[in-house]
């Protein structure tokens, strides 16, 4: 059986062979955009889920977390558990310091740009309806398992877009 290994998808997602992938990303997401400089390694910005900082003309500085996929998929997977065996929560579940989630499909030079409170209101609000209803995608790793729903690309950014209505 082969196992997820979590050294080789760090190594995947860190790998330097993207790197123009994702500039022409953030040139085309932030027209004034100075830099757009790559955390990695064990550092900080990593433990809070910072894997790039953005700065912009205005001064302002942006946290992304950036997730890739090699092959092409309807789906946007949301990691929930991270290591089973203790319940660790997975990504989409931990209050992280960043401002938006880059998920992208390497293949198709395809990058979704989620707003990360904004992801965030849609999977607490639709969290018990999507494990119900949609795939639960199970990394099987050596001594642990990852787990993830698989939300239909097209459903997700539907819930975002009612997200954006706050109701009181």
Same mark, same amino acid.
């Given at each position: ?83 089973? #065996? %203790?319940?660790?929560?997975?990504? +989409?579940?931990?209050? @992280?310091? *960043? ?53 239909? #690309? %097209?459903?997700?950014?539907?819930? +975002?877009?009612?997200? @954006?209505? *706050?109701?009181?």
């Amino acid at each position: 059986m082969k196992y997820h290994d979590f050294n080789e998808r760090l190594a995947f997602s860190e790998s330097a062979g993207h790197e123009e992938f994702w500039q022409k990303i953030y040139q085309k997401a932030f027209p004034d955009m100075l830099f757009a400089n790559i955390c990695t390694g064990k550092c900080q910005g990593q433990y809070l889920g910072i894997d790039r900082v953005i700065q912009l003309s205005s001064g302002k500085t942006l946290y992304v977390d950036e997730k890739k996929r090699e092959s092409e998929y309807n789906d946007i997977l949301l990691e929930y558990i991270s290591v089973d #065996t %203790n319940n660790a929560p997975g990504w +989409i579940e931990k209050d @992280l310091q *960043i401002d938006y989630l880059a998920y992208a499909f390497i293949q198709s030079q395809r990058c979704y740009l989620f707003p990360w409170q904004l992801l965030r209101r849609c999977w607490i609000h639709f969290k018990d309806t999507w494990l119900k209803k949609y795939q639960l995608i199970t990394a099987q790793n050596k001594t642990y398992k990852t787990l993830s729903v698989a939300i239909p #690309t %097209n459903i997700l950014l539907k819930s +975002i877009k009612s997200s @954006l209505i *706050i109701q009181i």
